[in-house]
Nanobody, 124 residues
Framework: QLQLVESGGGLVQPGGSLRLSCAAS????????MGWFRQAPGKERDGVAC????????RYADSVKGRFTISRDNAKNTVYLQMDNLKPEDTGVYFC?????????????????WGQGTRVTVSS
């Protein structure tokens, strides 16, 4: 069965960096587009970054462009989110998601599967 396990979250000061990982099992990640979503306190779960099967195409929410980088290592069945110059507004739970076959960068309602989330808190 599909399993996505996020790790790497924690408490970081504004301007700091974190690297999130999403380890997949139960399927071959190379066959799917993948994405990262976040849910801030009191807000909806929104997409922050996404990537196609090969890693050659990526998209980012405007709020994180230039600061976040999504990447993947299909041989390790793992997707990453490098987060630099973090801001308090980046605080929230970050979720890894699998896209339906043949698609990438889908909205949250079309996601094929979710991880459990990892919490990121940006505060001094």
């Amino acid at each position: 069965q599909l399993q996505l396990v996020e790790s790497g979250g924690g408490l970081v000061q504004p301007g700091g960096s974190l690297r999130l990982s999403c380890a997949a099992s139960g399927f071959t990640m190379a066959n799917y587009g993948m994405g990262w979503f976040r849910q801030a306190p009191g807000k909806e779960r929104d997409g922050v970054a996404c990537i196609n099967r090969s890693g050659g195409e990526t998209r980012y929410a405007d709020s994180v462009k230039g600061r976040f980088t999504i990447s993947r290592d299909n041989a390790k069945n793992t997707v990453y989110l490098q987060m630099d110059n973090l801001k308090p507004e980046d605080t929230g739970v970050y979720f890894c998601a699998r896209d339906p076959p043949g698609y990438y960068c889908v909205g949250s309602q079309a996601v094929d599967g979710w991880g459990q989330g990892t919490r990121v808190t940006v505060s001094s």
